[in-house]
């Protein structure tokens, strides 16, 4: 794996919080008599309030880390970590409760229910949550205080993608994991997305995963993790990280 800086200047990560911690993470899938190695012994310390994108083609192992990171999967063998929690031998249970209490997810596609306005979907998860935040201001967060009472059909995919967000930021989430939030959006509605994904970062101090496929994005982000064949090939550190108005592919 080699680690290398881009940009100018230098940002400390050595003083930083661990928030993440994987070591010789492995996942192997059954696919009848043939063994498929979605991960490969990687090793990994993202910190707390960390902007982390996960780069790398279709099938190089982005979206198995980050569900096992998430909670969502088990690896096969190795350790991983989230601050004391120890993600690798938790019960169903304990990694529902990891999920409920600490982790947000935006993926693709919105899955936003019909029937219910902008405000209800949000407010779904107010009411499983801890210490939420009202629905109201997570949707002023991500631009759609004007939209409470729309439902889903009513809005652009943009607007539905921050209302995923907003469903995702409502519960005070530690962590934003992002699977490919812009992959289903415009050139456009994308940059607007990424815009609302950073202020977040910036703003709650949430650590944030965004999986792309898209090397521009790696441009907003702290640190690059560069997949490809299961294992992590390659780390760069951003010095002077991009706003998303000014990314450009």
Known sequence: ???TVTGAGSTAQAAAVPVFFAERLSKTYQMGEVQVHALV?????IHRGEFIVLLGPSGSGKSTLLNILGGLDRPSSGVSRFA????????????TRYRREHVGFVFQFYNLIPSLTVRENVELVTDIAVNPMPATKALEMVGLADRLDHFPSQLSGGEQQRVAIAR???KRPEVLLCDEPTGALDYVTGKLVLE???RINRELGTTTIVIT???A???MADRILSLGGGRIQRVETNTHKLNPSELSW
């Open 168 to 170: 995702a930021i409502v």
């Open 196 to 198: 609302v994904i950073e």
């Open 41 to 45: 012994d990687v090793d990994l310390t």
């Open 1 to 3: 794996m080699q680690d």
């Open 217 to 219: 994005i790696a441009g």
């Open 84 to 95: 004391d929690h120890d993600l690798t031998g938790a019960s169903d249970s304990e990694l």
């Open 213 to 215: 496929h898209n090397a």
